[in-house]
């Protein structure tokens, strides 16, 4: 079995430079075995590919019809060897979200495996949201760590694409808290009520810590009457930010470090009543025979979610 679709390369090759010299030092072979591979190439097909003349070559119209079945074939084939190249090295591959670094909990899960594993190959990539499902649902990942709103009413991928073939862990759950400036006349209250917040401009995130999320959120303020206020820009540290500078509510959803708004006077974080559980650190995988490095990450996070629970029974 040819796993490098080397005839097909040579095709593709020799189709773009229209010249069998051209392709043979392209692909640093001698011309006479890119002309044996392209040769057996048509027998095994049954048809031309090229046209010879003294000046160059084209392809045929087969040749031409081939050309993007060809490409798919070499993609494909990249795709297959990385896969198996995967498989046989054992590498772990971790989706994140971007602005998860600043999540203290999932640092904490993906150094501790790293201190505890350090045999294991591990690759952590950020993604989007959205992009995080599509890998996991393709398998270009092996698990993902995503923050979701605790009340799964959303239409989101978590519960609408991949449906019963996705399995989620959740490691640790946060109240909604909201952010009250230095000044402000709910400063020196002990929490808030959604009665507080009624007629009060509140910052809060766009998209980009998910779809589902940003709807949970704007959902719950304007159920209590706020007014929604939307920063230009949406993640959680430039809303806290952003509410600052300009003496405002802001959500917090109580994952991000944020040592930077010191400056701005130390606003405090009250709870918000009626919102003790509103999102989940989850992690995420497709129901289906892991590798084994996949398998024991899962297993560290199960434990991760167990001293998570007593610490949390005190």
């Known amino acids: 079995m040819d796993l490098n679709a080397g005839p097909f390369r040579a095709f593709l090759k020799v189709a773009e430079l229209e010249s069998f010299t051209r392709a043979a030092e392209a692909l640093n072979i001698s011309q006479p075995a890119l002309s044996a591979s392209i040769k057996e190439l048509e027998r095994r097909l049954g048809f031309p590919l090229f046209e010879r003349s003294s000046r160059r070559v084209c392809a045929t119209r087969e040749g031409e019809a ?3 079945n060809a490409k798919r ?7 297959l060897q990385q896969r198996v190249r995967d498989i046989r090295d054992n590498e772990l591959r971790i989706g994140v979200q971007h602005s998860s670094a600043l999540v203290s909990e999932r640092v904490a899960l993906t150094d501790s495996f790293l201190a505890d594993h350090a045999g294991i190959a591990v690759q952590i990539i950020p993604f989007s949201h959205p992009k995080l499902y599509d890998s996991i649902g393709n398998g270009d990942l092996d698990v993902a760590l995503i923050l979701e709103p605790t009340a799964r009413t959303e239409l989101s991928p978590i519960n609408a694409k991949l449906g019963t073939d996705l399995e989620e ?10 952010r009250v400036p230095t000044g402000h006349r709910l400063f020196d209250r002990a929490f808030l009520t959604g009665e507080d917040l009624a007629g009060q401009a509140v910052a809060t995130v766009n998209r980009i810590h998910g779809g589902a999320m940003g709807s949970a959120l704007m959902r719950h303020l304007m159920s209590h009457g706020a007014r929604i206020v939307r920063p230009p820009e949406g993640d959680a540290l430039s809303v806290a930010r952003y509410a600052a500078a300009n003496n405002m509510l802001a959500i917090d959803l109580g994952w991000f470090s944020m040592p930077q708004l010191n400056c701005y006077g130390g606003p405090r ?14 992690v995420l995988r497709l129901r289906r025979e892991a590798r084994p490095a996949a398998e024991r990450f899962w297993r560290h996070c199960e434990a991760g979610r167990v001293a998570s629970d007593a610490a949390a029974l005190g």
Request: glycine fraction near 2%.
């Open 73 to 79: 074939v070499v993609i494909e084939t990249d795709w």
């Open 66 to 68: 081939l050309l993007v």
């Open 269 to 282: 974080t009250l709870p918000l009543e009626g919102a003790e559980r509103f999102s989940d650190l989850v």
């Open 169 to 178: 862990l959740v490691i640790e759950q946060k109240p909604l808290n909201i």
